[in-house]
């Protein structure tokens, strides 16, 4: 009997499948003002009402932006207790007993709700509840098919949310159906590139044609009966091949159509001949610099060209025939070499590159000469006992340790460095807040630029800061480097400091703010005089988007007639503190660069890879399709992070990387991937900035200033600049006469004179 039952189902669901299929024909939307893009006021959609009941606090947003036109409207809860809080059309006339289509397209962060509301010949109100929607990020169809009850009047539809989240609507319909029997037919497709018998090679676009009288959903290419590559949902219909990855030889290509019926056609086959080349070619790869039988010294570059006609994945820099810093995925090909770190005398260095295929080659090896002839203590060092050699009871002589914070650490004078007999060494094996460090005994300075250098490794990041005693006693905490992690292994840190006017005594240390180690040796600190550029330059660069920057800064740089660079995020559009897409172009306008940010301003070491490329590709993408595709060509990475994966990846897509990283970038220490800057937060002063550009007029060096908020009333204040502050900073820039350029237009003048 169970078998029967079994057999009459299946033959039922096979009898249901093969019949006409019951098609609707639609009348015309009763939604008036369906798409949102009609207002009287601006402040909300004609026709719309918004409602909310029960304990909760809502918000209604009319947007400047939806599923199609300019326009959308959403509800957000941010508390909940009960309740829920929607937007709603006026009602509208129907008929009693008949099937009526409704459908919306919307996004959520929370489940949402849809429910009927009738209202009938009795002024009674009847609810037709028709389900839920999930979450999502996306625009969605929601689609419902409903009968009125015999009794109903009118019509109105709650689309709605009752707990914490948002829930934005657009393209509202609601038609009539009248039911026809009307059989489906399958859509039409053909191949339409390449054509029959051609013969291939290297990579072909695919091309297809489809129709069908309700609408095409997809085109599925396939080679020999396999996908080829994702089905393409949007017409024109193609793929791209690469016939490298076919054997050589005839191959079959068709194309698959599937329509909104979930019918299928597959077209007729095109034969098609594939001839590649059958040997692969290695890649070919040259050292460019230093040049064969070069002397060197310091910190050298080493550059190389690579070329390959399917494309170099890496070159790998080798110092006598060990792998020097980590393979470089993007042109141009570079390491930096620490020459220190290496005895003086003969060396050998090559470059291997590997094509995408996995072949390599290895270019034509150099020798150079390491010739050192200053080795810790430096020769102008500052620092009293810069190697750490001398000590009293087992503490360095002329060194200090410092700590805050709740965490639980050591500070210890280790019996072993990096180039001498002893180092230091903090630690902390449980963390809440502050940071751990050993700090040289402040030596004194006057105004200027110096270089700081140390060797370290540590297994955590750590940041380069120093402490500035000024005449009048106050101290300044300066931020200078963000320091990767090097476990096991001794790394050179360099950078650079700008002393403030005023300042009387400095030291620096190598801040530890988490569970962790770093070990410190051979210190430098030396009076720094940077190689000229042709004259000074400033550029004004603002983070973030923020409202008040167009609010309050961009009328100042109308005043003083200068430009600015935008580092734009592209999630926060429209968000109440940031700017419209209308606010960025004035920008634009007004003569300031558009560079990015990224999407929504990640941690960027934290992420994946594949997480870490769309954060950069879709922001630049945006920008382009905001402000054409002239924009969006530097870049700035959130919180000052990078390493060298995330430059790699830089590299792919911007011209260049703007750090937080203090200094002036000048023609002996530029580095395009490393822009330098200085940062202003609430505590800058005018005359602080004045500074700043008198040195860098005074140096000849690239001066590259920071903002936030341009807000006497921020939120978080800390990297804030009041209008009048930033009104005398404008003001005291454009009196000194220096050159005032965006990145990109500063960019072309420094890059020529390197």
Request: no cysteine; aromatic share 10%.
């Amino acid at each position: 009997m169970k078998r029967l039952v079994s057999l009459l189902l299946r033959l039922l669901f096979i009898a249901t499948t093969i019949l006409p299929l019951t098609a609707t024909a639609e009348g015309a939307d009763l939604v008036a003002n369906a798409s949102f893009e009609s207002s009287a006021n601006g402040k909300a959609p004609d026709g719309w009402k918004s409602d909310a009941w029960g304990t909760n606090t809502r918000t209604f947003n009319y947007l400047n932006t939806g599923h199609t036109g300019t326009k959308s409207a959403k509800v957000e809860i941010t508390k909940y207790t009960s309740g829920d809080a929607k937007w709603f059309f006026a009602p509208v006339v129907v008929k009693p007993g008949t099937t009526y289509n409704l459908s919306d397209w919307f996004q959520s962060s929370a489940v949402s709700s849809v429910d009927v509301v009738v209202k009938t010949t009795a002024n009674k109100t009847k609810y037709l509840w028709q389900g839920n929607q999930a979450v999502s990020a996306t625009w969605k169809q929601a689609k419902y098919s409903f009968k009125t009850p015999a009794d109903a009047a009118t019509v109105t539809v709650y689309h709605y949310i009752q707990k914490v989240g948002q829930l934005t609507i657009d393209d509202v319909s609601l038609n009539e159906v009248d039911t026809v029997v009307t059989p489906p037919t399958a859509p039409t497709v053909s191949v339409s590139a390449p054509i029959a018998n051609a013969t291939l090679s290297g990579t072909t676009v695919v091309t297809a044609t489809a129709a069908d009288a309700k609408a095409v959903t997809n085109v599925q290419f396939k080679l020999d009966g396999v996908n080829l590559g994702a089905a393409d949902t949007t017409s024109p219909y193609s793929t791209s091949w690469s016939t490298t990855q076919a054997t050589n030889g005839v191959h079959s290509l068709t194309a698959v159509a599937t329509n909104s019926s979930n019918l299928t056609t597959t077209s007729i086959p095109v034969s098609v001949t594939v001839q590649n080349q059958t040997v692969p070619t290695p890649p070919t790869v040259a050292l460019t610099s230093p040049s064969n039988g070069a002397t060197v010294s310091g910190s050298t570059a080493i550059t190389a060209n690579a070329t390959d006609v399917q494309g170099i994945a890496s070159v790998q820099f080798k110092l006598d025939g060990v792998n020097l810093g980590v393979p470089d995925s993007a042109a141009p090909y570079t390491a930096s070499w620490d020459t220190l770190t290496s005895t003086n005398g003969s060396h050998n260095l090559s470059a291997v590159a590997t094509n995408i295929s996995g072949l390599t080659a290895v270019s034509t090896p150099i020798n150079v000469t390491v010739n050192n002839v200053v080795t810790p203590p430096y020769a102008g060092n500052l620092i009293p006992n810069p190697s750490v050699e001398t000590s009293t009871s087992n503490i360095p002589a002329d060194w200090i340790d410092g700590s805050w914070g709740t965490n639980t650490h050591s500070l210890t004078y280790e019996p072993n460095g990096y180039n001498s007999g002893h180092s230091l060494k903090a630690q902390i094996t449980s963390y809440t807040n502050g940071d751990v460090k050993w700090l040289f005994n402040p030596v004194a300075v006057t105004s200027g630029t110096y270089q700081y250098s140390s060797y370290y490794q540590s297994n955590i990041a750590t940041e380069l800061d120093a402490m500035v005693t000024m005449n009048d006693g106050t101290v300044q905490w300066l931020y200078l480097a963000a320091v990767p992690a090097s476990p096991g292994a001794w790394q050179k840190v360099t950078t650079q400091i700008s002393v403030p006017a005023g300042a009387k005594t400095l030291s620096i240390f190598q801040a530890l703010a988490g569970v962790g180690y770093v070990q410190t040796d051979d210190f430098s600190l030396t009076k720094y005089t940077p190689a000229q550029f042709s004259r000074g330059l400033v550029s004004l660069t603002f983070d973030d988007g923020w409202r008040s920057i167009y609010t309050n800064g961009l009328p100042l740089l109308k005043e003083y007639n200068l430009p600015s660079t935008q580092y734009l995020l592209t999630d926060t559009i429209d968000y109440p503190d940031y700017m419209t897409v209308a606010m960025m172009q004035a920008f634009k306008d007004q003569g300031s660069e558009i560079a990015s940010h990224t999407v929504d301003h990640e941690h960027l070491t934290q992420l994946s890879s594949a997480a870490l490329s769309t954060e950069l590709m879709v922001s630049q993408n945006t920008l382009r399709s905001w402000f054409g595709g002239s924009v969006a060509k530097n870049f700035a990475t959130p919180y000052g992070e990078y390493n060298p994966t995330v430059v790699n990846e830089i590299k792919k897509y911007y011209r260049s990387h703007r750090s937080t990283d203090v200094g002036y970038n000048s023609k002996d220490n530029f580095d395009i991937y490393n822009i330098k800057v200085q940062n202003i937060t609430n505590t800058t002063t005018p005359a602080q900035v004045q500074a700043w550009v008198n040195q860098a007029m005074a140096e000849k060096t690239w001066l590259v200033i920071v903002y936030h908020e341009v807000t006497a009333t921020a939120a978080d204040p800390t990297y804030s600049v009041t209008p009048a502050n930033l009104d005398a900073e404008l003001g005291g820039i454009k009196q000194s006469g220096i050159s005032v350029q965006t990145v990109d237009s500063a960019l072309d003048e420094v890059l020529a004179q390197l």
